[in-house]
């Protein structure tokens, strides 16, 4: 996966925010796509964009968290395209709550998209990507899969789990399959729809939420998250961070550890006062 013409793409989430943005630019680049999503407008969309760009684009309504439709979903893209060499896990949803005022069905709802979609898709397309001989395989992670964040204990067990399977992947392809790029991806705050779409429990006020993240956190397109993403599989790097937000964060619980969470907790008490 040195470059990504004429390679086959497949890419989950992609209706909106970095989904269709890598899908854009995949298809820049000379690849063909597979573009996926549960809501039909928003794929629709990304496919006569893709369409207008040029590239062969295969698409299908999908939700990742329903095994037996993704297993399906990875033998029509291979018999449609003839092959595929790499998948983009990138569907993913948020919910903000704290664990005390939470229900199990919050935590399992996102569990089930953004870690075991995942899993879903990494197993439905490892067959097809290995016999293809030149493939990668890219999970989307976040920078919460880097430190806990006070309400975001769902999202956290889910994307640091994704950074755990990942990266385990990555080093069973290095020993058994070395033909098979594995990437985990953290982004940082990047302009999308996630936030204004997250669910709440509890008194969480998610519009007013929502605003502060994409007035102050959200610092990098969907359009450059895409390109740095796609250059980081072409260089075959294993992790890659998204925005200076993910580095300097990363590059801070290095140095701190632990002590981060107290930080951490102090800074959202200061952002939560002025949500409010």
């Not at 033998?75 to 948020?94: L, S, Y």
């Not at 729809?193 to 709440?200: D, E, L």
């Not at 998204?242 to 102090?266: E, F, H, N, P």
Request: one cysteine or more; hydrophobic letters at 45%.
């Amino acid at each position: 996966m040195k470059d990504f013409r004429d390679k086959v793409v497949v890419i989950t989430g992609a209706g909106s925010g970095i989904g269709r943005e890598l899908a854009l630019a995949a298809a820049k680049r000379g690849a063909k796509v597979a573009i996926s999503d549960v809501d039909p407008d928003g794929l629709a969309t990304t496919e006569r964009l893709v369409k207008e760009s040029g590239a062969q684009v295969h698409s299908q309504l999908l939700n990742v968290a329903e095994r037996e439709a993704v297993l399906t979903y990875a033998d029509t893209v291979a018999e449609h395209f003839g092959r595929v060499n790499a998948v983009v896990n990138n569907a993913g949803i948020a919910h903000h709550g704290e664990v005390e005022t939470m229900e199990f069905k919050d935590i399992e709802r996102i569990m089930d998209v953004d870690y075991w979609g995942v899993v879903n898709g990494t197993k439905a397309f490892l067959p097809h990507i290995i016999a293809s001989g030149d493939g990668a395989i890219v999970n989307i992670s976040s920078l919460f899969g880097l430190l806990a964040e006070p309400g975001q204990s769902a999202y956290n067990s889910a994307k640091f789990a994704v950074r755990g399977f990942t990266e385990a992947l990555r080093q069973e392809m290095l020993l058994d399959h070395p033909e098979v790029k594995v990437t985990c991806v953290h982004p940082g705050g990047i302009k999308t729809a996630v936030a204004r779409n997250a669910t709440t429990s509890g008194s969480h006020d998610q519009k007013a939420s929502a605003e502060f993240f994409d007035k102050y956190l959200a610092r990098t397109s969907a359009a450059k998250a895409a390109q740095i993403i796609l250059r980081a599989v072409e260089k075959e790097n294993g992790r890659v961070l998204v925005g200076a937000d993910a580095k300097v964060i990363d590059l801070g619980v290095r140095l701190v550890g632990s002590w981060y969470q107290g930080i951490t907790a102090k800074v959202t008490k200061l952002a939560l006062s002025r949500i409010g």
